[in-house]
């Protein structure tokens, strides 16, 4: 099964090493690949993994995924820092869905800092859907 973050990798040698692993073990290296592995977790339904990526100063106490919300492509627009060796950064994103028989389109620029060895979403500077 390919990735659903679009990396042309299988889900199990991109983003599903990390949502698979207990929490605290497996961290994505940049923003970028923590971008990859939100969207994943979006597209396959684990609020839990969403949950624990989020900064806890922006974190919402509970996360309710829409089931009839599919999620099937994620282009990466830019990457501005987010490397291995920077504190923060930023990934613009378009991510597209299906929900009742029509489709939609994301557009966001997301906002990471990395704590220690984990990477943390914290929020959208801006966000367009469609």
């Known amino acids: 099964m390919r990735c659903p973050c679009n990396s042309g990798d299988t889900l199990q040698g991109c983003c599903g090493r990390f949502l698979d692993e207990p929490a605290d073990t497996a961290f994505p290296p940049t923003a970028e690949a923590l971008m990859r592995s939100r ?4 597209a396959t339904g684990n609020a839990p993994y969403l949950l624990r990526t989020w900064h806890p100063a922006t974190r919402p106490a509970g996360l309710a995924l829409d089931p009839d919300q599919h999620w099937y492509r ?3 627009l830019e990457t501005v820092r987010g490397g291995p060796w920077d504190n923060d ?3 613009s994103f378009e991510a597209r869905y299906r929900q009742q028989g029509t489709g939609g389109r994301l557009t966001e620029t997301s906002r990471f800092v990395r704590q220690g060895r984990q990477w943390l979403y914290v929020d959208a500077l801006g966000m367009d859907s469609l």
């Open 89 to 91: 950064g930023t990934v």
């Open 39 to 42: 969207y994943t977790a979006f």
């Open 74 to 76: 994620l282009d990466i």
